[in-house]
């Protein structure tokens, strides 16, 4: 009982959580990361903009959201064949996720009136994305794209409000990987935006 | 709601939230670990305090997995005896599940008199009558419950504020569907079922 009030590792050592075999990086010398086989985009470095259907005839774009923070959730498939999956939960937690005024943005490669059905069918209360045509032109730009299966991986970024990567994370496969790690990752926004203030 | 079909066949070994695939990917990284520690005073506990084992299960009333774990963690409680200190917080999921917070305020407000754990298996033992609250409030009467006050504390949500107080907490500690499991501060990535969750608490059997 002792054990149980141990803090989980909150910020960038969060981002370690789920290393997978996918997702194996090789520190060179100069302390430069490579990527081994999929390793996704690293806190640091600039989001790249993209501009994807939400419906038929509307497209979203990451710029769009410039001045707050962005979560990017680049999952495999619509249709999950349990009950439900990862972006219920994220739906559920959407309040908390408002609290820091930050947007939620879900991307997969399945196309746009797979994705109005399941976002229908499953409530969820945030743009769905089609990276369909070319296909997973936007999951490959962010080294979330698991090409032997031709999916996203299931991979999270906390995107700032200057368009810059602050979290990324990359789940094993099959592994949902909750929200503690984007909320400790937009705590840690709030905390350095605080900080450069004063 | 749609895929309750599904849910109905697959409920022996599924989970609400989590993907299929888990078993094998669930062993190369480490779990997340329960943020908010068991506090006897707020908690609902079942088992001596200073077990050697704890299991915390965050649950649905209405989930179909919570319903099919709900025995299985009678099992490891009957089995465990003394050893084992079991947690009960709620993790409603309203959008998917339209009883599931009712049915928690009904717990809670049974808490309130003293009386939850026996709410809290009336409801995992007739979750398909979840949508009739007569049914609840019939047995919180048979229960000897203030049924005045327990009706009013839910119809004004009372203990909704509890109720979101243990998501919020669940979400912090990685709960990533329902039911999931802390088996001695950790997520259990594993089967909901006796077996696995007896290994997970480390009883060895």
């Known amino acids: ?198 | 709601m749609a895929g309750t079909a599904t849910v109905t066949r697959k409920r022996e070994t599924g989970k609400t939230l989590l993907e299929p695939s888990l078993k094998e990917t669930a062993r190369k990284y480490d779990a997340p670990r329960l943020t908010v520690p068991i506090t006897p005073e707020r908690d609902h506990t079942e088992g001596p305090l200073n077990a050697a084992l704890t299991l915390v299960q965050y649950g649905d009333y209405q989930c179909p997995y919570c319903g099919a774990a709900y025995g299985e963690v009678k099992k490891v409680q009957k089995e465990l005896g003394s050893k084992l200190l079991f947690v009960f917080r709620n993790f409603p999921l309203t959008n998917m599940h339209e009883f599931a917070m009712n049915a928690a305020e009904t717990a809670e407000a049974a808490a309130a008199q003293g009386k939850f754990w026996e709410m809290h298996d009336f409801l995992y033992e007739h979750q398909d009558t979840l949508r009739d609250s007569s049914r609840a409030l019939g047995y919180a009467k048979k229960l000897g419950l203030d049924t005045q006050r327990f009706e009013r504390e839910i119809a004004q949500h009372v203990h909704q504020k509890r109720i979101k107080e243990d998501f919020s907490g669940g979400v912090r500690s990685g709960v990533n569907g329902t039911p999931t499991f802390y088996a001695n501060g950790v997520r259990h990535d594993g089967e909901a079922v006796a077996k696995a969750l007896f290994k997970a608490v480390g009883s060895g059997k």
């Open chain 1, 1 to 198: 009982m002792v054990q149980m009030n141990k803090k989980r590792r909150r910020g960038s050592e969060l981002g370690s959580r789920g290393v997978g075999k996918s997702n194996r990086r090789t520190r060179l010398k100069t302390g430069k990361l490579v990527k081994a086989e999929r390793s996704v985009l690293e806190p640091g470095k600039k989001a790249p903009n993209f501009s994807l259907n939400s419906t038929p005839d509307q497209k979203v774009s990451l710029n769009d959201f410039r001045g707050q923070p962005v979560i990017l959730a680049f999952y495999p498939a619509d249709w999950s064949p349990v009950c439900t999956d990862q972006l219920s939960l994220y739906a559920e937690v959407m309040p908390e996720f408002k609290k820091f005024n930050a947007e939620l943005i879900a991307i997969s490669v399945d196309n746009i009136w797979s994705h109005l059905a399941f976002a229908k069918d499953r409530k969820l209360n945030f743009p769905v994305l089609a990276d369909f045509e070319p296909k997973g032109m936007t999951s490959r730009k962010y080294g979330a794209y698991n090409e032997k299966v031709g999916e996203c991986a299931r991979a999270l970024f906390v995107v700032d409000g200057q368009g810059i990567i602050r979290w990324s994370h990359l789940s094993p496969d099959g592994v949902n990987p909750g929200a503690d790690g984007i909320l400790a990752a937009l705590e840690n926004l709030n905390t350095g935006q605080a900080a450069s203030k004063s």
